[in-house]
């Protein structure tokens, strides 16, 4: 159990440096959406969906106005939370296929490794999609390397993403429920003779596609990537919420005994909207709003079990998502047509794969019951800053990485956070500086017509007040001259 004193210099106030850990360490689960928006719960500011599990986090906690993701898309960001680093400095953090080595070098330091050494025991169960093995993925042998080579000492996972193959669980390397005799085959290029696809075989599909999605056909889902075989060991996709719920629950009632680090990395709001039946319809908005019920639940099953099993009070929670929403990502689902009046950027521009704030703005919420105070914080935090935070709280320093420490402003007692964030789009970077947005110059589409968002991409410099125009739609870059002279020297400069 943990033992945390508080001794304060000052009995009117306390700050993390006052703070003892003294036999012991908090449990520290992150719960991470996928493809979730800035505006897609009621805490912040929903009205057409209410998600009271997630409000209570928040109402609980801190409530971020200014968290980010590093990235508007799923592999930068996932691979700048775990390794401190910018995703931009490397060349391959882009959206990967389900059969791409492994992004994350086995000697880099990551964050389930520093916990590791500070006595943590670590595991990883949900969404993965930063790669597996070292190139022609054998998946009918023990994958190497995987999570478990780069700091979990278990995982449960997808390989990639829900819509792309192949579409098997996978446990500490494995593949769960293969049979020997029924290999399994992937491949991204070329489909296998025979093997039917959404082009070929248009009437197996029960989820029509609208780009993109037309390979192989798994429970009537046209997918990304060819596969065949291992017929016994594919995923039911209603069932994936529960199968990820149950595992992360088993995982904290067989090892509260000691500290644990939790990356719980749910699937929802992702394509293809899958909602168990118990959800479909309940939000009037088709599967997009479904799932998002449907999570939210999860997460409140979750927390109940951490009450259940005595741990509660002491696990610190982090819920983010790992970049901004898109509505229509390759399936005809409603999405868009059922929408209503529900803004799922919260007031925001773009969205997912974009460089406007509504690509890398999303929610964020610490909770710790008990230690942290309620509070709503407009400090600019990010998910990068997570492994030297979390580092400082179990007394690792790190600074061999861009991860910084912002433990004090994760817990509330500072509403200091970043000055300069670089944030990133499809390989295009930004910067976010105190109320300030600066877009440089790239050629480009400015829309990415197949999902319908602004890419933010322009070949003229765009700057924003992001205190006065959160939608940003003044352009100040001509009119302010002297700011967007002092911008470009700061991106210059942390760039380099």
Not at 63 to 69: D, E, L, R, S, V
Not at 215 to 223: A, D, K, L
Request: with cysteine.
């Amino acid at each position: 159990m943990l033992v945390v004193n508080f001794s304060c210099k000052n009995s009117a106030k306390s700050s993390h440096a006052d703070i003892e850990v003294k036999t012991s360490k908090p449990n520290i689960v992150v719960i991470y959406l996928d493809d979730l928006g800035y505006g897609d719960l009621s805490s912040y500011g929903a009205t057409e969906l209410r998600t009271p599990h997630i409000d209570a986090l928040a109402t609980g906690g801190v409530k971020f106005t200014n968290g980010y993701a590093t990235s508007a898309t799923c592999t930068p960001s996932r691979y700048a939370m775990l390794t401190g680093m910018y995703p931009w400095k490397n060349k391959d953090a882009k959206i990967l296929p389900g059969d791409a080595p492994l992004l994350i070098d086995t000697q880099q330091h990551t964050l389930p490794k520093l916990l590791s050494k500070a006595g943590y025991q670590t595991a990883i169960v949900g969404k993965w999609h930063l790669g597996l093995g070292s190139g022609n993925v054998n998946w009918n042998e023990t994958i190497k390397p995987s999570p478990n080579e780069v700091g979990f000492d278990e995982s449960y996972i997808l390989a990639a993403t829900q819509d792309r193959v192949p579409t098997v669980y996978i446990e500490n390397g494995d593949v769960v429920n293969l049979d020997k005799n029924d290999p399994i085959e992937v491949d991204y290029k070329t489909n296998f003779e025979g093997e039917p696809t959404a082009i070929s075989n248009p009437e197996m599909q029960t989820m029509k596609w609208h780009h993109g999605h037309n390979n192989s056909i798994v429970n009537g889902i046209p997918r990304i990537g060819y596969m065949k075989g291992g017929e016994a060991a594919k995923w039911s996709d209603v069932d994936m919420a529960d199968h990820f719920l149950v595992k992360a629950q088993n995982y904290v009632k067989t090892h509260k005994a000691k500290p644990f680090f939790l990356y719980y990395a749910m699937q929802q709001p992702h394509v293809p909207r899958t909602p168990h039946p118990r959800f479909v319809g309940k939000s009037g908005m088709g599967p997009r709003g479904d799932v998002i019920l449907e999570a939210d639940w999860c997460i409140g099953e979750f927390m109940k079990t951490l009450e259940e099993e005595g741990i509660l009070e002491n696990t610190l929670i982090v819920f983010s998502s790992d970049n901004g929403p898109v509505l229509n990502d390759g399936y005809y689902d409603d999405a868009v047509e059922k929408l209503g009046n529900h803004d799922p950027k919260g007031g925001l521009r773009g969205g997912k794969y974009s460089l406007f704030e509504a690509g890398t703005r999303v929610p964020f919420i610490t909770y710790w019951k008990n230690h942290i105070n309620p509070s709503v914080s407009d400090a600019i935090v990010c998910q990068i800053d997570l492994l030297a935070s979390f580092g400082h709280l179990v007394g690792i320093e790190d600074n061999t990485t861009d991860s910084k420490n912002y433990l004090n402003t994760l817990l509330g007692e500072t509403k200091k956070g970043r000055d300069h964030l670089i944030i990133e789009a499809k390989s295009n970077t930004a910067l976010r500086s105190g109320d300030w947005l600066m877009i440089p110059p790239y050629k480009g589409s400015a829309m990415n017509k197949k999902v319908g968002t602004e890419t933010g991409v322009l070949l003229q410099y765009q700057l924003f007040n992001l205190n006065e125009d959160l939608g940003q739609e003044n352009n100040l870059a001509e009119s302010n001259p002297k700011k967007l002279k002092d911008m470009i020297q700061i991106f210059e400069r942390l760039k380099q």
